[in-house]
């Protein structure tokens, strides 16, 4: 979204952002102005118990006078986030959709979105999964059902279709073309590319040496034990390479027996260090995965929860890296999977061209073009 809006104010246009009171440095200093956003647990809790729904139709009704205040053009939501697009519609503002990540809504015959699955190869891989097409397409009903529950007590109409939470006028899907699978694409939604953005980091040093550099970026959300660190450091400290791991929790305790070819430090760039690396290991948050490949580094994905298994299985999918399945993470499954991306040039060939397609690429520009025809053909219609 901060890039999205940094793209929107370079045009020339007005951007309020909302978002939660930690943003709000970043947002200003981009040239936006920050509204806070609702704080409150989406999910049951002990001390909170507030179901998923209920956190949307509250936070619809507290963002509903920001957007009648300010009265804006558009309205464009994260996929998450449905209250800002329920408050606009009640204001009759138009809302779009920004999905930070590989698009989920699927087609009969593939894998249920981050279950980890490949696309089917065959027939006959298609026809198995069709067996669990009409699992998939009960959970979806029940979701489009408890979402216009939620509509009406606002006092919106039902919609028909499941993944109504997305717009259907437009839909801005922020990934690489090469990660998502062939299909016909719905109107209105366009692939527009990696919108990328990262606070600020100091510069740290890397390992000293002339070997490759391996970068270890785990999730700052999952792992909490440092599993995947822990197994890089071990596997890779008899190869010639040189290994700088990112985001080392300070609560972790310091690491035992650090090898002589890396160095640990809490925090980095990722844009100016990933286009120094032969390889990144990663958990497989989208936006790890995409600044790598954007800097033309092939990835290591260790997925922990979520969309970190669709995401690598896309990796897997586009010949741009390796996948080791969460249950097989370990120092030697770790030290096999980068030397085999080190090795297999077809491998940094790929994830090369995705560095160049992301160079001649500007997402930010697309994705603020497509807003801008969006709001135009509404206008002349």
Not at 4 to 26: I, K
Not at 111 to 127: N, W
Not at 161 to 183: I, K
Not at 302 to 314: F, I, K, L, Q, T
């Amino acid at each position: 979204m901060l890039a999205l809006g940094e793209a929107l104010t370079a045009r020339g246009h007005d951007v309020t952002l909302q978002t939660w009171t930690r943003w709000r440095e970043p947002v200003e200093a981009a040239g936006m102005a920050f509204a806070p956003a609702p704080e409150y647990p989406p999910f049951p809790t002990r001390e909170r118990p507030l179901k998923p729904y209920e956190a949307v139709l509250r936070a619809a009704r507290d963002t509903r006078p920001l957007i009648a205040g300010l009265r804006p053009d558009a309205v464009v939501a994260d996929i998450l986030t449905l209250a800002p697009a329920l408050a606009g519609e009640l204001e009759g503002v138009p809302a779009a959709t920004l999905v930070p990540h590989v698009y989920p809504p699927g087609v009969p015959g593939m894998p249920p979105f981050s279950v980890g699955a490949r696309r089917p190869r065959t027939a006959l891989g298609r026809r198995a999964w069709r067996l669990f097409d009409p699992a998939v397409q009960r959970g979806l009903e029940q979701g489009r059902d408890e979402l216009n529950a939620t509509r009406a007590r606002l006092g919106l109409p039902a919609r028909q279709r499941v993944h109504n939470g997305l717009s259907a006028e437009l839909c801005l899907v922020a990934t690489f073309p090469q990660l998502e699978y062939p299909r016909t694409w719905p109107a209105g939604t366009h692939v527009v590319g990696p919108l990328l953005w990262e606070p600020g980091a100091p510069d740290v040093d890397e390992p000293p040496g002339v070997g490759p550099l391996v970068l270890v970026a785990p999730s700052t959300s999952q792992d909490p034990e440092q599993r995947l660190v822990r197994a890089a450091l071990a596997g890779l400290a008899a190869l010639p390479v040189r290994v700088l791991v990112a985001g080392w929790r300070a609560d972790a305790g310091s690491p035992r027996d650090l090898p002589t070819n890396a160095r640990v430090v809490s925090w980095l760039s990722y844009a100016r260090t990933m286009p120094r690396c032969a390889a990144v290991v990663c958990h497989g948050g989208h936006g790890t995965v995409a600044r790598a490949l954007a800097s033309g580094a092939p990835v290591v994905v260790c997925p922990e929860a979520g969309d970190m298994n669709e995401v690598a299985a896309r990796v897997d999918w586009a010949g741009v890296g390796v996948r080791v399945p969460r249950r097989l993470v370990g120092p030697r499954t770790v030290r096999l999977a980068v030397e085999r991306v080190l090795r297999d040039d077809r491998i940094g060939a790929r994830a090369a061209g995705l560095r160049d397609w992301s160079t001649s690429h500007d997402a930010g520009a697309t994705a603020a073009g497509l807003i801008e025809r969006w709001l135009l053909s509404r206008r002349r219609s």
